[in-house]
C-alpha cells in the first residue's frame, strides 16, 4: 500500500471511530441508516479514488453529527454505487453543515489573559476561540505525576436510552 493510500485509510478509521462515537447520541432511527453507511463505505478499499470518496464521506458524517443535523443522503440506506460526494450532497445542504460546524467553533470562547496588552486589544477581540483538533486531544490533556489516566465512555444501542 502506498504512503497516500495509507494516509487515506488511516485518515478514514480515525475519523470512522469518531463518528462511532458520536452516533451513539444520535436517535435510534438515524443511527440505525447511519451504521449502514459506515459498514458500506468500509467496504470501499480497491483503488485510491475509492479511498478518497469514502474519506470524504466520513469526513461530512462526522461533521453531521458534531452539529447534529443529518441530512440527505444519510437519511435512507448507502447505494449501491457511492458517487463523490460533491456529486451526492445538495450544495445548500452541505453549506448548511459547513457554517453549523464553524458555528460551533467560534461558540466555545475563553477571555484573553487579563495580563496582555489591553491597548492593543479591540472590543472585537475580547474573546479568543478555544478549539482542539481530535488529534491533538491527548497532547492537550493534563498529566499526572503519579497514576493512570482513565477515559470511560457508556453507550446503549437500544432505541429508549
Known amino acids: 500500500m502506498s504512503k497516500a493510500n495509507l494516509a487515506l ?20 432511527h438515524e443511527r440505525v441508516v447511519l451504521l449502514k453507511w459506515f459498514d458500506r463505505l468500509n467496504e470501499l478499499k480497491k483503488d485510491q479514488n475509492e479511498l478518497e470518496i469514502r474519506k470524504d464521506y466520513m469526513i461530512f458524517i462526522l461533521l453531521m453529527l458534531q452539529c447534529n443535523k443529518v441530512r440527505e443522503p444519510f437519511t435512507d440506506p448507502p ?27 467560534t461558540s466555545e470562547n475563553t477571555p484573553i489573559d487579563e495580563n496582555e496588552n489591553e491597548e492593543d486589544n479591540d472590543d472585537d477581540q475580547k474573546v479568543k476561540n478555544k478549539y482542539c483538533a481530535p488529534p491533538k486531544f491527548f497532547s492537550e490533556q493534563p498529566y499526572p505525576n503519579d497514576g493512570v489516566i482513565v477515559y470511560t465512555a457508556v453507550f ?3 432505541e429508549k436510552c
Open 156 to 158: 446503549s444501542s437500544q
Open 79 to 105: 447505494p449501491s454505487i457511492i458517487i463523490p460526494l460533491k456529486d451526492a450532497v445538495n450544495k445548500k445542504i452541505y453549506e448548511e453543515i459547513l457554517l453549523s460546524n464553524d458555528a460551533i467553533l
Open 9 to 28: 485509510t488511516e485518515n478514514f478509521y480515525f475519523n470512522n471511530m469518531l463518528a462511532r462515537a458520536l452516533v451513539q447520541v444520535a436517535p435510534y
